[in-house]
T-cell receptor, first 115, second 114 residues
Framework: AQKVTQAQTEISVVEKEDVTLDCVYETRDTTYYLFWYKQPPSGELVFLIRRNSFDEQNEISGRYSWNFQKSTSSFNFTITASQVVDSAVYFCALSEPYGNNRLAFGKGNQVVVIP | NAGVTQTPKFRVLKTGQSMTLLCAQDMNHEYMYWYRQDPGMGLRLIHYSVGEGTTAKGEVPDGYNVSRLKKQNFLLGLESAAPSQTSVYFC?????????????FGPGTRLLVL
């Protein structure tokens, strides 16, 4: 069974500080996909990134960056120079494409950016 | 192109009442999903569909039924609502490709069962 762990439940940072969200996953498959979604206070789920298990390159998109390490089964997310608009719940999720393709979500990280 | 839409946005039910949540997508996606989100639990899969006319159980299917009569619509039914079904319900859809898939979510339906 697939499993995703996001240990930190709520993280508070002062604006302009960096914040890193940890995601650790478990899977028996060699092919799988990892995702991050953002859920702002308005409630919708916004797709941020998808990464397949064969691509371990780190990725940067503006102030967002992701560090994928298969050796430690981790897919961590960093927000650089945080802004108030980054206040949201962030979910890490795992999908195994050859099963029912369901997403297994972690419990989420509540990020509060204090102005 | 509206993406994934959900109807209604909010509903209050009394225990034992029934209702149907509607999900519609205009992206010609094959796969559709229903999740529920509860505080501190993340999202959990209720039912899903891999194509028109097919449905399958997810992680927490008890108390729910689904139907996929048209490719663009996925209905979630509660035959006899219980307070434990108070939750936020999200529908998602995805296109099945050879390189994995990204699920795109609707705005959610907030359901309160009294």
């Amino acid at each position: 069974a697939q499993k995703v762990t996001q240990a930190q439940t709520e993280i508070s940072v002062v604006e302009k500080e960096d914040v890193t969200l940890d995601c650790v996953y478990e899977t028996r498959d060699t092919t799988y996909y990892l995702f991050w979604y953002k859920q702002p206070p308005s409630g919708e789920l916004v797709f941020l990134i998808r990464r397949n298990s064969f691509d371990e390159q780190n990725e940067i998109s503006g102030r967002y960056s992701w560090n994928f390490q298969k050796s430690t089964s981790s897919f961590n997310f960093t927000i650089t120079a945080s802004q108030v608009v980054d206040s949201a719940v962030y979910f890490c999720a795992l999908s195994e494409p050859y099963g029912n393709n369901r997403l297994a979500f972690g419990k989420g990280n509540q990020v509060v950016v204090i102005p | 192109n509206a993406g994934v839409t959900q109807t209604p946005k909010f509903r209050v039910l009394k225990t034992g009442q029934s209702m149907t949540l509607l999900c519609a997508q205009d992206m010609n996606h094959e796969y559709m999903y229903w999740y529920r989100q509860d505080p501190g639990m993340g999202l959990r899969l209720i039912h899903y569909s891999v194509g028109e006319g097919t449905t399958a159980k997810g992680e927490v299917p008890d108390g729910y039924n689904v139907s996929r009569l048209k490719k663009q619509n996925f209905l979630l039914g509660l035959e006899s609502a219980a307070p434990s079904q108070t939750s936020v319900y999200f529908c998602a859809s995805s296109y099945v490709g050879t390189s994995g898939e990204t699920q795109y979510f609707g705005p959610g339906t907030r359901l309160l069962v009294l």
